[in-house]
């Protein structure tokens, strides 16, 4: 039995929930937001809370059950506070700023690199090396994030590079004399 799937996700005041068909959407301040709930589940809105039970006793309707329950919540908790992601940029010359839709990245390279700021997604950068990624969605933060962290991971040697805020880089020590 899923510990996390029998808890009923609450709805906290401003916030709605429906069904329609398989569709659960979640309208509160800070938007909506939609997902399709497996056909393995069963969803209900009732009381001011979001209840998901397995439709059968297989294996694998339990094991969507607690997982569908964390994306119900995830729902809930996007519209109502957002998600963000903080990345720190470090390096000589490396920085990075916002100019209208695009995030303009300088990062060694021999040109800058220019990232289109998805729709739903607001990034804002308070010193050139600080990025910080907001949004209702916790997927697209987290997937918007790793895009831009991936043109220069962090590296061992040096610790150059895009990291999470408080992600720790594994340091190596270099040559021997």
């Not at 609450?10 to 056909?39: N, R, W, Y």
């Not at 059968?56 to 506070?81: C, F, H, I, K, P």
């Not at 962090?154 to 880089?169: A, D, L, S, T, W």
């Amino acid at each position: 039995m899923s510990r996390i799937g029998k808890k009923p996700v609450a709805l906290p005041d401003g916030v709605t929930a429906e069904i329609q068909g398989s569709e659960l959407s979640v309208k509160g301040p800070k938007g909506t937001l939609s997902m399709t709930v497996s056909d393995d589940v069963d969803c209900k809105v009732e009381d001011g809370e979001i209840q998901i039970v397995p439709a059968n006793d297989t294996r694998r309707a339990r094991s969507y059950w607690g997982m569908q329950r964390t994306l119900a919540a995830n729902l809930v908790e996007g519209v109502t506070e957002g998600y963000s992601k903080t990345l720190e940029i470090s390096g000589v010359g490396y920085r990075a700023q916002v100019q209208g839709k695009t995030l303009k990245l300088q990062l060694g390279f021999s040109h800058d690199v220019d990232y289109a700021i998805p729709e739903g997604i607001d990034i804002k950068t308070p010193d050139q090396t600080t990025v910080e990624i907001s949004g209702i969605d916790k997927q697209q933060v987290g997937q918007v994030a790793a895009e831009i962290r991936k043109w220069r991971k962090p590296e061992p040697y040096k610790g150059k590079g895009i990291k999470y805020r408080g992600e720790y880089v594994f340091r190596k020590e270099g040559k021997k004399k």
